[in-house]
């Protein structure tokens, strides 16, 4: 889960304009490590350090540290915590275990994506929803206008915590050195630990296709737990700060959905490949869960079928594809690509496209403009470990 990225790039220290942005807790760090920063839902956040490919690759093959903390973070208590989940997200909340992860999309009532969120259950009555960035005062205006009689409370996080997503294959041995509980961890499940004087939340959890952990910690400590977490790195450090660029393209590669792209407001969760994370049996029959927003709508799509599927693509040479670009068949425009990149890990442009689900073929053309270059329609994820 993320949300569009917008390349307004400043210098490492151009504070100006910085002081118009939220900065999170390790808004220092970033500078002090020649961080390229950029505009990103009003926050200050690292595009890059050095390079996106360098940095990509660093993931795929050793571990990066992405700071997310610009993500949302909203705490639900109360006895009707559950239900007033059940009712925002099209997965099912009701009867998930303490220390469990649940990927879910808030939908608006005709079916389309509000936001693609994670739900934690810490344990009966307590809840956790990390949002994007982009989409927090969205979620929070959805939340307080479908509070209709549920007794909850509802807290935004987001300022007093901070978050880090450290990702690659290496990860996870480094981490256990910090708690043998760590390796022991399944994906989608979460622990607790204290560090220093610290409560701190760990999630096998990522948006990278590499394995890893997502951090949630307390904004005022958030700097010197993860200096205790990564010590004793040594000459070669198996983890390095990574930006949002090489977030974006890992993701690509990985076939997960980026808010703003394959998921909006007029696309609905079928087409976007993500029935899994969709349950329209809430509240039906004896499942006692209650049904969410833009269920009904979404069993209409799901009866009736979706006119449009999202569907990986493979290029021939080396430009890059890009949102908004047309699908072609026999010179007709069939499609949009929603992202696109020049693939660090295989060398080839990848792009993922909306086209009609209807649609059999096995390539397709997409337009640069002066010229059209030959895709092949390949299935997603275009890498998987």
């Known amino acids: ?12 220290h151009s504070m100006a304009h910085t002081q118009e942005l939220s900065t999170t807790p390790f808004h220092a ?19 890059l350090y050095n390079s996106i490919i360098e940095e990509h690759l660093q993931v795929r093959q050793s571990g990066g540290l992405f700071d997310v903390s610009h993500m949302g973070r909203l705490k639900f208590t109360g006895k009707d915590a559950c239900k007033v989940l059940d009712r925002l997200c099209t997965r099912q909340i009701h009867g998930m275990q303490n220390g469990q992860i649940r990927y879910s999309i808030v939908c608006n009532p005709q079916g389309g994506c509000r936001d693609d969120v994670l739900v934690y259950k810490i344990k009966d009555n307590d809840y956790l929803m990390v949002c994007n960035g982009a989409n927090r005062e969205k979620i929070l205006s959805h939340i307080d206008e479908n509070r209709g009689n549920y007794d909850f409370k509802l807290k935004d996080e987001t300022e007093s915590t901070a978050m880090i997503a450290l990702q690659g294959p290496k990860v996870i041995g480094l981490l256990g ?11 989608y499940r979460f622990t607790t630990k204290n560090l220093l004087i610290a409560k701190v939340l760990i999630s096998r959890t990522g948006y990278t296709g590499e394995d890893g952990v997502e951090v949630i910690l307390p904004s005022k400590l958030a700097t010197k737990v993860i200096d205790m977490m990564l010590k004793n790195l040594g000459d070669v450090p198996i983890v390095k700060p990574t930006g949002l660029g090489a977030r974006d393209s890992l993701r690509l590669e990985a076939g997960m959905p980026l808010y703003g792209h394959e998921l909006t407001e007029e696309i609905d969760p079928l087409s976007a490949g993500l029935a899994f994370a969709v349950k329209l049996e809430k509240g039906v029959g004896e499942n006692e869960a209650e049904p969410f927003i833009g269920q009904e709508a979404l069993r209409t799509i799901s009866d009736k079928g979706s006119g449009t599927k999202l569907v990986g693509l493979k290029l021939e040479g080396k430009r890059s594809p890009r949102q908004h670009m047309h699908v072609l068949h026999d010179g007709e425009v069939i499609g949009e690509v929603t992202s696109g990149c020049l693939s660090p ?29 030959s895709a092949t329609i390949v299935p997603l994820p275009f890498y998987k470990k």
């Not at 889960?1 to 490492?12: A, V």
């Not at 792009?351 to 390539?363: C, H, L, Q, R, V």
Request: glycine content about 10%; cysteine-free.
């Open 1 to 12: 889960m993320g949300s569009t990225i917008h390349l307004n790039i400043k210098g490492t």
């Open 177 to 187: 050195s910090v708690s043998t509980e760590i390796p022991e961890l399944k994906r």
């Open 29 to 47: 760090y970033h500078l002090e490590n020649g961080a390229k920063m950029v505009d990103f839902a009003g926050w200050d956040m690292p595009l």
């Open 345 to 373: 890990t295989f060398g080839y442009p990848i792009a993922m496209a909306y086209i009609p689900s209807d649609f059999a073929g096995e390539s397709v053309d997409l337009d640069f403009g002066r010229t059209q270059i």
